[in-house]
């Protein structure tokens, strides 16, 4: 079911990720990470769409709870790729080192040349095979074309339809109404003033992560579910 979240912004303050209020912030959390930390990074998973420029379209991180398939948090805003990049690995490490996936158009190469820079611990790889007989291939983030984009798109739907993914954002779900297949072919918004970058994000979140290894309690749990850790009680 849909639930309030609570904005603000993260910010670093001697090594650590600290969460602030602020009513005017980029990022939205519904759900913030859990108390236990093992092999939370698997559990994460944090998808991109970033912008090529300020002036264009906004920019959008979506993170998502791999075992329950739920959208916990949403940053969106107005930023260059590269201090995208920045925020991506403020709220992965927030969210216990959780994989990154920004898609790589829209200036999501220099997003990833970032990340790397920085030696951010997980982040996504696309795996093929290569033309060479039984080798594979690797690139960083997800390569979106026509049928990819239809790939990832087609995912999101199919969960909605099944029921099994729980969105809270409305930004998110006023774009995925409002997201359409276009006369030329293409997908995208009916509507001009209203942007498709959440929808984006989500879909390349729930089909990258999907390719990931399954997802598996960590083996010295207790078997009971990790409780979420709510900062925002004093709020």
């Known amino acids: 079911e849909p639930m309030t979240g609570h904005r603000g912004v ?39 769409d970033p912008s090529m420029t300020l002036e264009g379209d906004p920019a959008s991180l979506q993170v998502i709870n ?13 930023i260059d790729p590269i201090n995208l990049a920045k925020e991506m690995m ?24 970032t990340l790397l820079n920085f030696n951010y611990p997980h982040l996504w790889q696309h795996r093929w095979a290569d033309k060479a007989p039984g080798k594979v291939s ?25 029921n099994s993914i729980t969105i809270h954002d409305k930004r998110t779900y006023n774009q995925m109404r409002n997201f359409i297949v276009l006369p030329s072919g293409e997908m995208g918004n009916a509507t001009a003033k209203i942007h498709d970058d959440t929808v984006m994000a989500l879909s390349i979140g729930v089909t990258a992560s999907h390719l990931e290894p399954p997802l598996f309690e960590d083996e010295h749990s207790t078997g009971q579910t990790a409780e979420v850790l709510d900062l925002f009680e004093s709020l």
Not at 32 to 43: E, F, H, I, Q, V
Not at 66 to 78: C, F, I, P, S, Y
Not at 90 to 112: F, M, N, V
Request: glycine content about 10%; charged content about 25%; proline content about 4%.
């Open 10 to 48: 993260l910010v670093e303050d001697n090594g650590q990720i600290r969460w602030i209020h602020d009513p005017t912030g980029p990022l939205t959390v519904f759900k913030a990470p859990t108390k236990t930390r093992s092999a939370d990074w698997r559990r994460y998973f944090i998808a991109g």
């Open 66 to 78: 791999r075992n329950t398939l739920e959208q916990v948090a949403v940053w969106h805003g107005r």
């Open 90 to 113: 403020k709220l992965g490490r927030w969210y216990h080192d959780a994989e990154l996936c920004p898609e790589i158009e829209g200036g999501g190469q220099a997003t990833i040349a």
């Open 138 to 162: 690797m690139s960083y983030g997800w390569a979106t074309n026509y049928n990819r984009k239809r790939w990832a798109v087609g995912r999101l739907k199919h969960l909605l339809i099944e």
